[in-house]
């Protein structure tokens, strides 16, 4: 039941909700087909380290948390967004229905991350599939000060370094994802919302019609343009631990061997990041367009053609090139990340 201090507020209706488990669906086909079809237990055979492979290391590790401590930036930010809108724009129950979404995302998102229970098919740690000898042989001998017996960190380290180190920080890192996916897979399904007040109908009121289509556009494209550099950010991120220890690598053959390793599965992350965009933004787009179409036919009939032509941004048939590219752009962001991390290892991050 709406309570009479909500009537102004937006309310989603439940069933477009059931769009945020296309990308749930999204994941999981990825994960399968890479731990299906993908060799998740590489091993580098004669594998010999550089003599200034501590220094390697060390720097490959200022570069992970310069990435980690962006990418969290980013995180938090998105997070903030959304929780303000959500709970400053909507009804208890639209707040309520679309918690009980994001939880699920969460807890798809987190099983092949950070939790990879053993019935999950194809379950995999992520660094076996580069080498899990290459990063044992590099970063367990590798100190870390929390790690110390006066670390706050010492009872959990086990005497592994560096490594242990990774695994704890990108855990945080999945939670912090995990969050913040479903904070912009939510925003954008929510873009459906109406007043509680101002249910579907026949006859709309064009004005106040107006007004709900505009608002609902400009959420689809804030939220697809963080949804975009959310998930650039986490591929800069992704890219950095892959290449964590890969330039300490003795072999010349080898190291390039791995380094392109580390470039292929990164474009395979990053097509992976773009569908997953797509799986929420094309739907949302696709039940928007109807509204506007009838938003047409109702401006038609009323003889009010000024007011469509005077809503700015409004028209959905009419894509300015600048907004189009901007569009593209968020969408492939991630395949451009891994593309150029490909070629350039990011510069700065990737060594």
């Keep these: 039941m709406t309570r009479a201090s909500d ?19 999204v994941l999981i086909v990825a994960e399968y087909l890479l731990g299906t079809f993908g060799d998740t237990a590489v091993h580098l055979e004669g594998l010999e380290l550089k003599d200034q492979s501590q220094l390697i290391e060390l720097s490959a590790r200022y570069r992970f948390l310069a990435a980690l401590f962006f990418f969290g930036g980013a995180t938090i930010s998105v997070i903030a967004i959304f929780v303000f809108e959500l709970y400053s724009r909507h009804t208890r129950r639209s707040i309520l229905t679309t918690l009980v979404g994001i939880l699920g995302i969460i807890v798809v998102s987190l099983s092949f991350s950070t939790f990879e229970p053993d019935w999950m098919p194809a379950s995999f740690e992520s660094q076996a599939l580069l080498g899990d000898n290459l990063f ?10 929390g790690c110390d017996m006066t670390g706050g960190l010492s009872e959990k380290c086990d005497q592994q370094g560096a490594y242990f180190a990774m695994e704890y920080l990108l855990d945080r890192a999945n939670i912090l994802t995990s969050l913040s996916a479903g904070a912009v897979i939510a925003g954008m399904v929510l873009a459906l919302s109406r007043p509680a007040s101002i249910g579907p109908s026949a006859h709309p009121d064009v004005e106040a019609e107006a007004r709900i289509l505009k608002s609902a556009q400009e959420a689809t494209q804030r939220y697809l343009y963080c949804s975009g550099i959310l998930l650039t950010a986490g591929m800069v991120l992704m890219l950095s631990w892959m290449s964590w220890p890969g330039d300490a690598i003795l072999n010349d053959d080898m190291r390039k061997a791995h380094a392109e390793l580390v470039s292929s599965l990164s474009i395979y992350r990053g097509v992976t990041y773009s569908v997953l965009i797509l799986s929420y933004y094309l739907p949302v787009s696709l039940f928007l367009k109807v509204r506007i179409d009838a938003f047409h036919d109702a401006v038609d009939a009323a003889g009010k053609h000024e007011l469509a032509a005077g809503v700015a941004g409004f028209d959905i048939q009419r894509i300015a090139t600048l907004d189009a590219l901007k569009a593209i752009i968020a969408i492939v962001s991630p395949i451009l990340t891994g593309a150029i991390g490909s070629f350039g290892n990011l510069s700065g991050f990737g060594g």
């Design 136 to 145: 044992h042989a590099l970063m367990i001998p590798a100190g870390v000060p």
């Design 7 to 25: 009537i102004t507020k937006l309310q989603i209706d439940p069933r477009y909700l059931l769009i945020m488990l296309l990308p749930v669906v």
